[in-house]
DNA sequence: TTAATAGTGTCTGTCAGACACTATGTG
DNA sequence: CACATAGTGTCTGACAGACACTATTAA
């Protein structure tokens, strides 16, 4: 066993929806210090009598301190140094998450108050934080580079949906993280190949005054799966 | 502070280099229980006296245990739970490590004993490997994907190359790590547009019997820069 | 019929795969 | 010259970007 005081480890996770069109962040706020009173990602220590591992610790902190359950939620990378914490050393395992922003605060609910929720979590637009304690700036921008990164090539952002979203919609959100206009035609093709969702029976329905869209939802058996990133070099065919 | 029984925290290094043309890597034999005497991926605890970060302790574990200094190095995922080790909850932050050969047990002398180096460390191709002690196996297999599909759109096999090469040598690598052959026309296009070599003052050459090959090596600014992942969405011109 | 959004047909330039060709060294 | 490997020219099919067109609803 190790002689040297060991290093705390804690999980971070970075809790991403959108809010009105904006890709946003969950802060809670820290109850003891060091930077008591401010706002921080949600995050805990690992509890090595309950966690089975360092996943469980995350859907664990997510549920305690942003009231969420079992949304998409992947390890982004881990952050480790003496310095990120004045306490002493620590290991920051991180969490990125996306969940669709109708589960904020749970079920439709949500839909009445949008932004606020229980009294110690708020909100942010991601790109409008400047600053956050610790390293959590770094951790939060690392997390957004992987979900606009993974935008480009996978069909990550459907996490991002309501359980049942038209085309148009979806490639709104794809615009908004990518930041700018799209081709319709090419995005449609890209999401078809891509296989990850499926129609979904057709509501009710609001009565609008054009022709109303397909719904789809995120395939059962794909609902996890990340797609794999592209083959650049082929090997020749035999 | 917390009250729950902290887990250990460790770091493990992936270090793979080609031997004979097959993607090895490096174990060490074990001191201490549990699993002493067996073969392990080098690590260690982190020292939190000595040690900045995770990727310092990295680059301590390397020169420790395997006798090698700053080759390319980067993380590579945590694994973390209550089973991967029966001392109890355990981390380990992994890191994968590219050597080019030459550099295995410093400098040119590895060009007399290829395989064995030190007493307490050898070098197995990686898919020869079949089961190591705790879950250095799925880390081993996780480090081992990652580099193929990175091979897939970048240069990163490079750093497994002589500081000079040839690019019929580099294609050998990148059919050696994709498991098939590529067409030279291709893949010469797109190692140019990576833009990561540059070509090498021509050595007095061995005489061979047949035209000689440029000699390239990796050039400076992109020696530790990762290319990013290609765009397969592009936002329409303005 | 108009307005508005959903959804499709299709042209075209680009580019990767394929492969044949030329280049340059030694014996 | 032959031979072996290095390196390039170039054809072609596939496909992504672009954009115009049709479809479907309510007012």
Redesign the pocket.
């Known amino acids: 066993m190790p002689s040297y005081p060991q290093p705390i480890v804690t999980v971070d996770v970075v809790l991403l929806t959108l809010i009105d069109g904006e890709l946003s962040t969950a802060l809670v706020q820290r109850e003891h210090a060091p930077h008591a009173g401010e706002w921080t990602l949600p995050g805990g220590w690992v509890h090595t009598d309950e966690d089975e591992d360092a996943l469980a610790a995350a859907v664990r902190i997510l549920k305690a301190k942003a009231g969420v359950t079992s949304p998409y939620l992947e390890q982004l990378q881990t952050f480790a140094s003496r310095h990120r914490d004045n306490r002493g050393w620590s290991v920051s395992i991180a969490y990125y998450a996306l969940l669709p922003h109708e589960l904020v605060e749970g079920r439709a609910a949500a839909q009445v108050t949008p932004i606020a929720t229980t009294p110690h979590i708020k909100w942010r637009g991601v790109d409008d934080i400047r600053s956050l304690p610790f390293d959590h700036l770094e951790i939060l921008r690392t997390a957004v580079d992987r979900v606009r990164s993974k935008t480009l090539y996978s069909a990550l952002p459907v996490h991002l949906m309501p359980q049942a979203f ?4 979806l490639q709104r959100v794809y615009e908004q993280l990518l930041g700018g206009p799209l ?4 995005f ?3 999401i078809e190949e891509l296989d990850i969702i499926e129609p979904a029976p057709r509501e009710p329905g609001t ?8 719904h789809y939802r995120v395939k059962r058996r794909a609902a996890r799966l990340l797609p794999t990133a592209p083959r ?3 090997v ?2 035999a």
């Open positions: 038209t085309l148009s919609e081709d319709k035609r090419g449609r093709r890209r009565r609008e005054a054009h022709r109303p869209a397909q650049n070099l082929d020749k065919s």
